[in-house]
């Protein structure tokens, strides 16, 4: 039993120093606040300095490791809190609402993001290890999970790559794929591999979902996206429910006020003007539903996150 006890407590000082190392890592690369792309295709690096108030993002297939710090990522009625133990995979386009809660100029937050290719997914797929038919069926777009040793070192030597140009071409795509595989093989691998399987109801749940989200300003007609889904009415509202967490004019409505918030932050335009942009057809309605997701009206909340965000280029 003693021996048993040292070497759990061995591993857990390894997968911790790992971590550290991570962290090390990316701070070394990124230096301001925010994601950033890197030399690596598909790789960013995140760092916040400070916690944040809740905002809105649209979050596309994706594998997100934090090596330190802690954010809340709230999905329809589910709220995940991600410190540096976790990982969270994120398979299809999903409107969030995300919140920085651990954040520091000492300890900065720090996380690796590293976009998800389903062909790439698929092609590991097809290998004879991954075979075996697993049972998928109630997977969620969004899963979080421990980040286990084999995970954080394969982040680790991608993260390296940065200190070496010239080995990133040819060793890129390797580790890469070593980070998916690593993914397919754990506890959260359903979840991608549901996505990613041509025919699956997933896979054609997530049809609709892209659908909607590149026509998002139309008018929802939910007997169309359940032909993009080849699906029956009810069953596709049982499967999109199950894989977003949302219905899909929740979904609609997340996804139009996260534009139109990025607009007017973003295009200078007013509340009036971003609602019958994003499809509203009433702006007493989008005000209303932009104070229940945001908290408070447009404008005010603008003016809020631009004093937010003063405060924080003064404070650097």
């Known amino acids: ?35 950033v792309a890197t030399a690596v295709p598909g790789l960013g690096l995140a760092r916040r300095c400070a916690p944040s108030e809740c905002y809105s993002a649209a979050y596309e297939p994706e594998l997100v490791v934090f090596a330190q710090g802690e954010k809340r990522i709230t999905v329809g009625g589910a709220t995940h809190v991600c410190d540096g133990s976790n990982f969270l995979l994120t398979s299809i386009d999903l409107p969030v609402v995300g919140q920085f ?30 075979l075996v038919p697993e049972v998928s069926s109630g997977v969620r777009g969004i899963a979080v999970g421990k980040t286990p040793p084999e995970l954080l070192s394969a982040c680790c030597r991608l993260v390296d790559l940065l200190d070496t140009p010239r080995d990133i071409p040819f060793l890129g795509g390797l580790m890469q794929r070593e980070i998916v595989y690593r993914v397919l093989r754990g506890p959260l691998g359903k979840h991608l591999r549901a996505i990613a399987t041509l025919g699956e109801q997933s896979n054609r749940t997530a049809k609709a979902v892209a659908w909607l989200k590149s026509n998002f300003e139309k008018p929802l007609r939910v007997e169309e996206l359940a032909s993009v889904a080849q699906m029956g009415v009810s069953t596709f509202h049982h499967h999109f429910r199950s894989l977003t967490a949302m219905s899909p004019l929740q979904y ?23 609602a019958f942009e994003v499809g509203y057809e009433s702006a007493s309605q989008f005000n209303r539903e932009y104070r229940r997701l945001f908290g408070q009206p ?19």
């Not at 976009?115 to 797929?125: D, G, N, Q």
């Not at 909340?301 to 003064?314: C, G, M, P």
Request: proline share 4%; aromatic share 2%.
């Open 1 to 35: 039993m003693t021996i048993q006890r040292n070497a759990v407590g061995e591993m857990r000082a390894e997968v911790e120093e790992m971590r550290a190392g991570l962290a090390r890592k990316i701070a070394a690369h990124i230096h301001v606040e925010g994601p």
């Open 101 to 130: 809660t651990k954040a520091s100029k000492d300890e900065p937050f720090l996380a690796l993001v590293l976009k998800l290719e389903m062909p790439v997914v698929r092609e590991i797929l097809s290998q004879e290890e991954f």
């Open 252 to 274: 609609q409505k997340r996804l139009r006020l996260h534009v139109a918030r990025v607009r007017m932050t973003t295009e200078g335009l007013d509340a009036a003007s971003a």
């Open 298 to 316: 447009p404008m005010r909340d603008l003016q809020a996150r631009r004093l937010a965000s003063v405060a924080t280029v003064l404070d650097s």
